[in-house]
């Protein structure tokens, strides 16, 4: 476990699936880390729609859509666009071939070896209708890991052996190249605590009703730390509570900056004479401090209609050079000589057609093309 504000000048990756709002729980399992990284690191954050579609297909519209709340969520924590690369996963058609180069690598044995999956099979209730492509998340991540050259990734110790697949997947393509081409990532476990839901049964989600959203309301907020499992054993003020368990403690460790008089509070609950309603009280004033300017932020942002397309297109551009890149590279350690990225390349240019006067052609893709005739006529 390590504080990850510690870290300097590593290449990051991390990112969410748009399956829904953030909450409190990704703020403090890894958005305030990722707004201390963003400084003195080479941050990518990826929107990973593609990976959320593996298991909601039938959701396509809504995980579309949650693309645009969950980078008004970043910015609302206080991620900034221009020192972080804030990238679609469906916008980087390099991700997809790289995905599709590595599944030759790893066998269907391999990752339902991968606890993690077997456990999110066995969760999702798929048995024998598990999709593909959800058994192969494990392979897209390490497209997506490779293709950015992260040598970190933050994440929970449950993503340990996806990171271990992704190691496997580097050490195959470098010595199919006789050279490193990829670089191998290191899982960095952050010390923030796993935050469990309001109701204390399993972690914060906001599908299952038990998380308090970023967005949130004070009025919502509050209704939320009012319905937060305690201690059901703690009757009356004088009895004595049990800390473990207890969700609103677990809130404060997170979030209250007095950790002294955290202490002193859980000793006075375990002695009794500390009623959860004095407890409750000073979690709603701490959340309703810390989110305000949250709130604010991401009605800033949500008020320029145009800013979220904006910061995803910086962020295509920015990372399609870099993964063309690694997938050229890719490409020539499994005896490919063809040119990836010419449709891409011709489909940017189309696009940008009622953009650009005449003549000047977007420097990202002068930029893109030139580092692709360079490669190619070496």
Do not use: W
């Amino acid at each position: 476990m390590q504080d990850l504000s510690t870290l300097e000048g590593r290449t990051i990756l991390t990112g969410d699936r748009p399956t829904g709002a953030l909450h409190l729980g990704h703020l403090a399992g890894t958005l305030q880390a990722r707004v201390a990284l963003q400084d003195k690191n080479d941050v990518t954050i990826l929107v990973a729609d593609m990976q959320a579609l593996t298991d909601n297909a039938g959701r396509a519209a809504d995980v579309a859509a949650n693309v645009r709340e969950v980078v008004l969520d970043y910015i609302a924590a206080g991620i900034d666009p221009e020192r972080v690369t804030i990238v679609r996963q469906s916008d980087l058609p390099a991700l997809n071939e790289l995905t599709m180069l590595y599944m030759n690598l790893v066998t269907v044995p391999r990752l339902m070896r991968i606890p993690t999956i077997r456990e999110e099979i066995t969760q999702r209730g798929f048995g024998d209708g598990t999709p593909a492509g959800f058994l192969c998340y494990p392979v897209s991540q390490a497209a997506d890991i490779t293709a950015f050259g992260a040598d970190i990734v933050p994440a929970g110790a449950d993503q340990a052996p996806l990171v271990e697949i992704t190691g496997e997947i580097t050490g195959k393509v470098n010595r199919m190249a006789g050279r490193k081409v990829l670089v191998s990532p290191t899982l960095m476990q952050s010390n923030a605590p796993r935050l469990p839901g309001i109701d204390g049964a399993g972690k914060m989600s906001k599908s299952a009703g038990n998380a308090i959203a970023l967005r949130d309301s004070p009025e919502e907020i509050r209704a939320a730390v009012m319905r937060m499992f305690t201690d059901p054993g703690h009757l009356k003020v004088s009895d004595p509570g049990k800390v473990e368990g207890n969700v609103v403690f677990a809130m404060l460790d997170a979030f209250d900056p007095d950790s002294g008089a955290v202490a002193d509070l859980k000793d006075q609950y375990r002695a009794g004479g500390l009623g959860d309603m004095v407890l409750k009280r000073r979690l709603d004033g701490i959340l309703q401090e810390m989110l305000a300017p949250m709130r604010a932020r991401r009605a800033e942002a949500a008020a320029d209609i145009e800013l979220v397309d904006h910061i995803l297109e910086e962020g295509r551009k920015r990372a399609h050079v870099l993964t063309m890149e690694t997938l050229a590279d890719v490409r020539r350690a499994f005896g490919l000589e063809g040119r990836p990225g010419r449709s891409a390349a011709l489909s940017e240019l189309v696009s940008l057609g009622e953009d650009c006067e005449a003549g000047q052609v977007h420097e990202g893709l002068v930029d893109a093309l030139s580092a692709s005739r360079a490669r190619f006529s070496a």
